[in-house]
């Protein structure tokens, strides 16, 4: 919404003193109350100021940030979350390199026999084992992963800002969607990465 001049320096002034009665804002701008009753309606419509009798203007609309935080917020993890892909921890490193091209992902999640998440497998993490020599045919994906309880997760419920802040404190690509089924095992059900974050963006925006 675009405010005018006057709309501004009212909006300041109910932030700063409110409540505030009409005629304190219309001496303090120097116009009349009558002067400034459409603005006064404006605002007041436009939630941004609360009118209450006998008590005055005060401060009711929130900060644009805060607007879209709040917006963002209602997005639960469950609702955008991807479909994983996931590989046997006693796969190949060769066989996870041809699977990040197959299935064109960027993290790998390693499971057990029993489906349970046991590890993370990043570019990198492949990139290192290949340039390190060895037998890529040979080695397990258990030897070079990033493997539980070190791994960062989320849970279906949470929010996906609580998901984009985890994915920046901890400097990571993706993020496993995990369900606990039992002590500490836990399902992968799915997947939130910088491009679903990237994606929903776009969708909120468009
Ligand atoms: P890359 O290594 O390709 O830059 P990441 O930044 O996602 O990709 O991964 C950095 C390191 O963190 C890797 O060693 C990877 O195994 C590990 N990692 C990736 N995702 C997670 C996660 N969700 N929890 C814990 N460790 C992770």
Redesign the pocket.
Known sequence: MNLSQRQKKILEIVKESGPISGEEIASRLSVSRAALRPCLAVLTMAGLLDARPRVGYSYAGKEAKNLFADYLKRFTVGEVKAVPTVIREESSVYDAIVSLFVEDV??LFVIDEGGFLQG??????L?KAAIGGSDLLRIPVAVI??RMP????VEPDQDVVVAAKKIVD???????VVRKVEGDKFKVIGKITKTTLARLLAEVSS
């Open positions: 960027g993290t993370i497998l990043s570019r990198k993490d990139l992963m990033t070190n791994l960062v997760t901890y400097q990571v690509d993706a993020l496993p």
